[in-house]
Structure formats: structure tokens, C-alpha cells
């Protein structure tokens, strides 16, 4: 059988309201992971491609965060919402949405660098 | 700051006792991935390489389950007692662990292909 092409880990990280570094699932409900697995189910996908319930990702500044491999693309503040165009641009596609990338340099810094790209 | 060298995602899913297909973590005390985390601080790795609790990674018959992306390598039966050489071997060395790798024809297959591989 074959690897999965993509596989998708979605930070299902709660955290108590308040805490500095914020977290990627505040309600706790994994609503983002629900629909990533949804939308690979509706499209026949989920052999090949994986969508994964994952703890804490690092990157929680930038969140919610999800990072696809081995493609390597991390993705953050990504809504619900995102999640037909993630599938079909990139996991489909192969073509990376910059506006959810989260720039090199803001990785793994904790927040210290901020992300400069405004959602619109 | 750089990107994860790699990113290791330790299957911490539990399923009720008898289930079928088992389940990587029976006990539910995640001390596979505690061990890889501590492995990783004890060797200042921290920083470029990040042990991740994620769910089910549905290889549960060749678990408990590893993968290490991006390298995309699947590792199965892993033991605290692995955990050294891994981090050694695979993560410091770039080198794969033959007796580790779940083979490429079981992967997906939800247990239909045994592994043929025993482990010492």
C-alpha cells in the first residue's frame, strides 16, 4: 500500500483562557481536524492523504497551525473556513496558499517575530 | 530560525482494552513520547528537532508507531529502551534502523500484511 502523500497534523492544543502564549483549539472541540478529515472523506482522499489530531505544535503565536508533510508547508490562523481550499489548492493542487504560510523567520520563535501578513 | 530538522510524531492513541486493533498507547501514560522528549533536551536537541504527541496514526497493528518527517520514516514496535538509538542513529547519524521500519507493504493496510520481521 502506498504512504500518504500528505499527511496533515492539525494542533488540537487547549490551553487554560488567558495563558500568554494563547493556544490553537481553545474550545477543546477539534473542529479544524473534524473538517480536514471531512473534506478528504467528501472528496475520497483519506487513503492517500491523513489529517491527524496532533498536541502542541510549537507555533501557537501563529495558530491555529497546521503543518502538512513530508511537504514541509506549515500553515497558521487557519479556519474552518480554509480547509476546502487547503485541499484542493494544496493537497490536490500542490500549490502552497501564501497567505496561510507562516513566514520562516516567525518559526519556532515563540511569537518573538511577529507575523506581518494580515488576513484579510 | 530554522524549520524542525525533523519532526518526530509519537502515536499516543488508547483504545479500550480488547479493541481489535489495539492501540499504540494502552496505558495512556504518553511515556514514549516523554521519553523521546527527554532524550532530545538531554542532547540539546531541542530546539531543531520536536517530539510531538499526535493521535492515532492508524498503523496500530505495528505499533506503537513513529513517524519522522520530513525523512518520512515509519518506525514500529518502538520501546522506550529504542528511544537512545534513534535519537542517535536517526536523528543525530541521518541513518535508518532496518529492525524499526514498518516495510512499505504494510503501511495503510490496517494489519492485512503482516509484518515479517521479528524484532530481537
Redesign the interface.
Known amino acids: 500500500?502506498?504512504?500518504?502523500t500528505s499527511?496533515i497534523?492539525v494542533c488540537?492544543n487547549t490551553r487554560a483562557p488567558g495563558h500568554s502564549r494563547g493556544c490553537c483549539d481553545p474550545s477543546g472541540d477539534e473542529s479544524l481536524r473534524d473538517a480536514f478529515q471531512a473534506a478528504l472523506k467528501a472528496r475520497h482522499l483519506s487513503?492517500d492523504v491523513?489529517a491527524?489530531?496532533?498536541?502542541?505544535?510549537?507555533q501557537c503565536e501563529y495558530g491555529p497551525t497546521v503543518?502538512i508533510?513530508?511537504?514541509?508547508i506549515?500553515y497558521g490562523r487557519v479556519r474552518v473556513e480554509d480547509v476546502p481550499r487547503i485541499i484542493e489548492e494544496t493537497i490536490v493542487g500542490g500549490r502552497v496558499i501564501d497567505r496561510l504560510v507562516i513566514p520562516?523567520?516567525?518559526?519556532?520563535?515563540k511569537g518573538a517575530?511577529p507575523w506581518p501578513i494580515a488576513n484579510p
Not at 500500500?1 to 500518504?4: G, K, L
Not at 508533510?69 to 514541509?72: H, L, V
Request: proline share 10%; net charge positive.
Open positions: 500500500m502506498p504512504r500518504f499527511h497534523f488540537c487513503v491523513r491527524n489530531r496532533a498536541g502542541c505544535l510549537d503543518v508533510y513530508p511537504q514541509g506549515w520562516d523567520p516567525c518559526l519556532n520563535t517575530v
